[in-house]
T-cell receptor, first 108, second 113 residues
């Protein structure tokens, strides 16, 4: 079973920030938080991952709470092309267990 | 840079026929390799993973098998397909060069009729 909980779906207005939450209350000390997204009929695309500190790359920012029991993926300026299913996964690389993810719809 | 390719991209096979999906990784050596399946409207399920040539671990009981004849080649097979084998199959790799982050191929759509 997946070790994360995410909302089933979210909407976001184009140009606004999209904040996708994830709960992972049973995360262990050496497990990372990974985010992937999947556009229909394509393979999942890696977005970002982190252990304790907040992370930022050209695609997104990852905010991890101090107790590491939850995190938020932030897409700073969502575009229509960001419409996808977003998966939050905890693990140590290697085998990752995907849950159902959050279906993000970016609307004009 | 590292690339992963899998083929064929789509196929339609009759029930009881064999299956062979192939996946290759370029630009790295000794990767960990994975096969995932995604049924329509559902999440990804890990089927097999491999840490080296000839080393295959099965995650779920099923009608499929996997083989790794070469370091960067991973094959998913079945002797006799079932209707329930239909789905989207994804090959993936990870390794020290990727910081153990998993990267996925383009996927293969299998429809068993």
């Amino acid at each position: 079973d997946a070790k994360t909980t995410q909302p089933t779906s979210m909407d976001c207005a184009e140009g606004r920030a999209a904040n996708l939450p994830c709960n992972h209350s049973t995360i262990s000390g050496n497990e990372y938080v990974y985010w992937y997204r999947q556009i229909h009929s394509q393979g999942p695309q890696y977005i970002i991952h982190g252990l304790k500190n907040n992370e930022t790359n050209e695609m997104a920012s990852l905010i991890i709470t101090e107790d590491r029991k939850s995190s938020t993926l932030i897409l700073p300026h969502a575009t229509l092309r960001d419409t996808a299913v977003y998966y939050c996964i905890v693990g140590q690389g290697g085998k990752l267990i995907f849950g159902q993810g959050t279906e993000l719809s970016v609307k004009p | 840079s590292q690339t992963i390719h899998q083929w064929p991209a789509t196929l339609v096979q009759p029930v009881g026929s064999p299956l062979s999906l192939e996946c290759t990784v370029e630009g790295t050596s000794n990767p960990n390799l994975y096969w995932y399946r995604q049924a329509a409207g559902r999440g990804l399920q890990l089927l097999f993973y491999s840490v080296g040539i000839g080393q295959i671990s099965s995650e779920v009981p099923q009608n499929l098998s996997a083989s790794r004849p070469q370091d960067r080649q991973f094959i998913l097979s079945s002797k006799k397909l079932l209707l329930s084998d239909s789905g989207f199959y994804l090959c993936a790799w990870s390794g020290t060069v990727s910081g153990n982050t998993i990267y996925f191929g383009e996927g293969s759509w299998l429809t068993v009729v």
